[in-house]
């Protein structure tokens, strides 16, 4: 597998994603959806597969949607619809997949990158984790990442987050288990889990994510509403300006 | 606009209601809901504004529904049903105006006065400040602002603090999300959220507040059962002795 | 009443069980739940009773379901369904019952055991207590406890403790709210609970719970499906196969 967007590797029961489009700060395109998907696929292919991990780059996990797609010149409505729904899709399959799915932040996360972390099993940061929301500065919401980080952090935080679009340190993160630990050796953490998690029968993952997901369930209903939410703010007038502004001259909506 | 029960002033994109029952202890009455009322609406005048900041006086946010409406010689039992259904849509249009509203906690909140903190957006308190649900003594319950707790701070502590009565600090509550920030200069918190919040359109906390009603809804059905559970249990004859004896004789009802 | 497996005592307000089958760890089995449910029954008999405690022994608190019951030798397919139902029932018994339950959790506690834990109202544990839940290890699920677990931890806490089987301290039970309060003297926050306690009328504890039963229900869909998951995951021949092999020859699933 030939990968343009991440570096996939396989060890010891570990499937490793590093995410690696460096230029675009590790934000998230079609390529990168499909290609997360396939390694997804390949983790199910070998039975003794348990933890999916994934990673950025240089102090960098995620910066959410690629602003680029978005700008008008490049702008395709139906392929932009289509990026939604997979992006919606690729949190859900993470709380499906009978591996447990692990994020470990180093660095900068950002809008949709917080959804890849908080759909995630378990969330490892260092230090120097940062996450923040920062949709509504350009007219947005955080609409299908909400469900997923609700589910983590309780109603409040995943609205103050929302609302304030303060970014949020490791240690803070850690305190309303946005993250569940913070340590400078996250591979001596992932070690620890290994040995605990390789006694797990496939089997049993899957029935307990099933078992959860009944216990907290996320709708048809509601992923249709956050998609088409998403799409109408997305495509709002202002919001394309703000966006193209950023895209053509680096200009932040805030600089007038 | 001439009010008798809090002080309002606007400045900056922010609009200030100081709670001025100092006799009372800044409990809820009518003429406070009323005029609360007023001010939010006044808020909605300016497209300028982005958050309303609601404070108390003298070491006091809140004591919760006045006693004084309550006891015999006073009581009217159409006003008071009424005044239930106008707190609770108090708590409710919190949640939903495109403001930000946030308490400044500085001393004493108690009872239907949690709720006021509970329903806003942000809160920030200062360590001399103690959250009270001291319902269940005088054989009550915090029924109408439960919902917007528990949204807060999950079931747990919403149970306990209900069934305990027992009050809770600031770093208490800080550290499971009734209050947001502690510290010693919440105008200084205030200043930094402006700087951020004033980079907000007023549609785009009108569409979060919407879609964050969509993700946890409180509905009809449980706003009827609780004003009817809070009315019945208001007027059951011990309580209401309980409530008389307090107003007439300052006697608490477990000084028997 | 003459009990095999708990010890009941009854002074100023509070009915105490402390659970007696040392040579069981503490385990839940037939006997158990049904002294249990007449302790409860015995507490209701007073009207002076406002609390009920439950706690260990010798730095057990319980470690769950009793395996013996379950090995092929004595297991009875229509015994075991009707224990996974008794089970359920005194989880919900502890939200309904006009009594506050508190559980002391002084050392271990694991997998049904954590179950009593998140049931109880209150929960009061040592710096020596540990909170495990080991059912993944053996091809299970905590299917029954969870939505006790959940409405006290959140959906995250109850996820990574039931994937991760790793034991949690109290001071991080604590910090996530599955303990109310850490403490080395658990006699002295029992007495000043019993000072505000005891203030509380019988029809108010029963007002309260009910109230909060409304907030967070427990629907009888998800009894039935969680019995019958359980039910199904306990006949499993593998799992079997483990549970066997732990009774006869003190083998765990995971030395191979």
């Known amino acids: 597998m030939r990968n343009e967007t991440i570096l996939v590797k396989e060890a010891r029961g570990i499937l490793t994603v590093t995410f690696n ?3 675009s700060k590790n934000s998230i395109n079609g390529a990168f959806l499909r290609e997360l998907n396939d390694a997804l696929d ?3 292919r070998n039975s003794e597969c348990r933890m999916v991990v994934l990673e950025g780059q240089n102090g960098v996990f995620s910066t959410g949607m690629d602003f680029n797609d978005r700008a008008s010149g490049n702008y395709d409505e139906k392929l932009d619809r289509l990026s939604l729904v997979r992006y ?3 949190l859900k399959r993470f709380r499906e997949i009978p591996r447990i799915v692990i994020s470990i932040v180093d660095g900068q996360v950002i809008a949709g990158g917080v959804g890849l972390v908080a759909a995630s099993d378990l969330v490892i940061a260092t230090p120097r984790a ?3 929301l920062s949709e509504a500065l350009w007219g947005m919401l955080p609409g299908m990442l909400l469900p997923f980080l609700i589910r983590r952090v309780g109603f409040q935080k995943a609205y103050s987050m929302t609302l304030t679009t303060m ?3 490791a240690v ?3 305190s309303f288990n946005l993250v569940d630990e913070v340590t400078e050796t996250p591979d001596q953490t992932i070690l620890q889990l ?3 998690l390789i006694r797990l029968e496939e089997s049993t993952i899957e029935n307990i994510k099933q078992f959860f997901l009944k216990l907290w369930p996320i709708t048809g209903e509601f992923e249709e509403m956050a998609v088409a939410e998403s799409f109408r703010l997305m495509n709002d007038p202002k919001v394309r300006e703000n966006i193209d502004n950023f895209v053509r001259y680096k200009k932040f909506p805030w600089n007038k």
């Open 172 to 174: 803070e993160a850690h």
């Open 194 to 196: 290994t040995q605990r």
């Open 21 to 23: 489009r460096p230029k």
């Open 88 to 90: 919606m899709e690729m």
């Open 167 to 169: 970014p949020v340190s």
């Open 130 to 132: 940062r996450f923040g």
């Open 42 to 44: 390949l983790s199910l």
